[in-house]
């Protein structure tokens, strides 16, 4: 698959990658790629927006969701990407970043139950296991933070498959935290 350049896009694909472009000062490769359907990359923006302003989560918590499933699913580019995001932008400590790129327990619990359940999620399409929804729910989740867990998991496995399929490279702002699995 080819990555897009914004002259080459279809609306409404185009549009997103301007704004990205003037909000961010690049259009990353995800996006790029994405562009091949405008469908895919407005759904995906649309997720985004919606589970980073609606989820019920913290922006930390946002990104273990995020990470847990792309590591799951094996996907360097949004491993990178939300790497780069957990440590530039939502305070998410290196240790448990570390401990979730190594598929390690977490050393805080309660993040640790979330990214253990936003895992059973993904693992077992939508039937998570008892015991890994207990956890959550024992660590003070509710149901409205497991909607919030499927909307992540939505999100991931659009970005997670088109990656797989384009094969689309890490851009370079994200390079430092290339990951494989």
């Given at each position: 698959?080819?990555l897009?350049?914004?002259?080459?896009?279809k609306?409404?694909?185009?549009?997103?990658?301007?704004?990205?472009?003037?909000?961010?000062?690049?259009?990353?490769?995800?996006?790029?790629?994405?562009?091949?359907?405008?469908?895919?990359?407005?759904?995906?923006?649309?997720?985004?927006?919606?589970?980073?302003?609606?989820?019920?989560?913290?922006?930390?918590?946002?990104?273990?969701?995020?990470?847990?499933?792309?590591?799951?699913n094996?996907?360097?580019?949004?491993?990178?990407?939300?790497?780069?995001?957990?440590?530039?932008?939502?305070?998410?400590?290196?240790?448990?970043?570390?401990?979730?790129?190594?598929?390690?327990?977490?050393?805080?619990?309660?993040?640790?139950?979330?990214?253990?359940?936003?895992?059973?999620?993904?693992?077992?399409?939508?039937?998570?296991?008892?015991?890994?929804?207990?956890?959550?729910?024992?660590?003070?989740?509710?149901?409205?933070?497991?909607?919030?867990?499927?909307?992540?998991?939505?999100?991931?496995?659009?970005?997670?498959?088109?990656?797989h399929?384009?094969?689309?490279?890490?851009?370079?702002?994200?390079?430092?935290?290339?990951?494989?699995?």
């Amino acid at each position: 698959m080819k990555l897009l350049e914004i002259n080459e896009a279809k609306e409404p694909a185009k549009g997103i990658m301007e704004n990205t472009k003037t909000k961010m000062g690049a259009v990353p490769n995800l996006f790029k790629m994405m562009a091949n359907n405008p469908s895919l990359l407005k759904a995906y923006t649309q997720a985004d927006e919606t589970f980073r302003n609606d989820s019920g989560f913290t922006s930390q918590e946002q990104e273990v969701v995020l990470l847990s499933v792309a590591i799951y699913n094996g996907c360097t580019y949004c491993v990178a990407a939300h790497s780069f995001i957990a440590m530039k932008q939502s305070n998410v400590s290196r240790d448990i970043l570390d401990a979730l790129r190594a598929q390690k327990d977490l050393p805080d619990a309660k993040l640790d139950a979330l990214s253990k359940f936003a895992t059973s999620v993904a693992k077992e399409r939508g039937y998570p296991t008892e015991e890994a929804t207990r956890a959550f729910k024992d660590a003070g989740y509710g149901d409205e933070h497991i909607a919030g867990v499927v909307t992540g998991v939505g999100m991931k496995t659009m970005s997670n498959y088109i990656n797989h399929i384009g094969k689309t490279p890490v851009d370079d702002m994200f390079a430092e935290f290339k990951w494989e699995k």
